[in-house]
């Protein structure tokens, strides 16, 4: 079946350093949507993507669609300890339905 | 009401009993949907609903039922609980033109 593959699992970052996460399709998406889930928290919308080479950016968060609607990337400048958490992205395929990656977890140094 | 509430918030069950998940939104949402959420893990889908009345399959169905009987409630079904459906549970809904997905609070179950 079709799947979104997302690495890494995890990322360890000291505080002020860069974050980034990689989502891949088997097949072309119709969009990609970015989660934020706060530790015991709920998964909590962050942004959407449609066109082919699309990017987006909140505040220290760039988000990019690939030419082919088949990765994505999240990309966190000089994380914040508010970054912590696990970051989703999910895929709508050709049937309307939204797959899911695995998540990334940020994980701030101490 | 304010968006999407589960209850309850948490609930440890006994093997073999049944339970059911409450989910309501008060977004006039088309879809509505039930993961599953393990540690470490990512989102599973358990059912969704595109529109009242009806209800599909997802990812994880076994052991699971839900109905729809009208836009704002969708409920989750255990009819027999086993120990494996320990997980967190989150509700979710969408409108269908923009497929953002809403998520409620959760709710936490353990099964012994």
């Known amino acids: 079946g079709q799947q979104v593959m ?3 699992q995890y990322q360890h970052v000291q505080e002020g350093e860069d974050f980034t996460t990689y989502c891949n399709s088997s097949t072309t998406l119709s969009n990609i949507q970015w989660y934020k889930q706060r530790p015991g ?16 950016k909140q505040k220290r968060l760039t988000f990019q669609f690939g030419e082919a609607k088949k990765n994505s990337s999240l990309h966190i400048t000089a994380t914040q300890t508010t970054d912590v958490g696990t970051y989703f992205c999910a895929g709508l395929d050709s ?5 899911w990656g695995a998540g990334t977890k940020l994980i701030i140094k101490p | 009401i304010a968006g999407i509430t589960q209850a309850p918030t948490s609930q440890i069950l006994a093997a073999g009993r049944r339970m059911t998940l409450r989910c309501t939104q008060d977004m006039r949402h088309n879809a509505m949907y039930w993961y599953r959420q393990d540690l470490g893990l990512g989102l599973r889908l358990i059912h969704y609903s595109n ?3 009806t209800t599909g399959k997802g990812e ?9 009987a009208n836009t704002d409630d969708f409920p989750l079904t255990l009819a027999s609980a086993v120990p494996s459906q320990t997980s967190v549970y989150f509700c979710a809904s969408s409108d269908k033109d923009t497929d953002t997905q809403y998520f409620g609070p959760g709710t936490r179950l353990t099964v012994l």
């Open chain 1, 95 to 99: 049937n309307y339905q939204l797959i």
């Open chain 2, 60 to 68: 994880v169905p076994d052991g699971y039922s839900v109905s729809r």
């Open chain 2, 51 to 53: 529109t009242a009345g």
């Open chain 1, 41 to 56: 928290g709920h998964p909590v919308f962050l942004i959407q993507l449609v066109k082919s080479g699309e990017v987006k």
């Open chain 1, 6 to 8: 997302q690495i890494p």
